[in-house]
């Protein structure tokens, strides 16, 4: 019982520097597994046993990828910041997601209402710049695809 003891410690200890990370992704997932979870009752779809698989594996998953990540930075690479890259881009898809289904609860976009509160501030003209570059892309498309028909 002392070995596993001291084997847990050691563990621990190794792991230390890389615990915010690890917490900050596992809040994630557990907030984007409640939206989910409400959204899909909120449309009335029935929450499957695979689904909650899924969510069980991303714990496990992103961890195990965070924790490569940090040894490859901390004892391989130290030049290139892996572990930041790397938990950014699973915070940025768990968020995505996060407001998906926040979309799908409230029937708002998020970064459509955001946008349309900084067009009443001084940034007005720079979003509308912004923008005006979307719809130039979409208005493109939508001609691309009606001169294929």
Do not use: C, Q
């Not at 690890?22 to 409640?34: A, E, K, R």
């Not at 698989?53 to 991303?58: D, E, F, G, P, Q």
């Not at 890259?85 to 915070?91: D, H, N, P």
Request: glycine residues 4%; aromatic residues 10%.
């Amino acid at each position: 019982m002392e070995k596993l003891i001291k084997f847990v410690f050691w563990l621990l200890t190794l792991l230390s520097p890389v615990n915010a990370v690890m917490v900050t992704i596992i809040f994630l997932i557990i907030v984007d597994f409640i939206t989910g979870s409400y959204a899909s009752l909120k449309k009335r779809i029935p929450i499957r046993g695979s689904r909650i698989a899924h969510t069980v594996s991303k714990f496990f998953i992103y961890n195990l990828v965070i924790l490569a990540a940090y040894f490859l930075e901390k004892h391989i690479v130290d030049e290139v910041p892996f572990l930041k890259i790397i938990a950014g881009f699973i915070a940025i898809a768990e968020i995505k997601s996060i407001l998906e289904n926040y979309n799908s609860i409230y029937g708002v976009n998020p970064f459509k209402a955001l946008i349309n509160v900084m067009k009443l501030t001084p940034l007005k003209d720079t979003v509308e710049t912004l923008t005006e570059g979307e719809n130039t892309e979409k208005e493109s498309n939508k001609t691309n695809k009606n001169e294929t028909k």
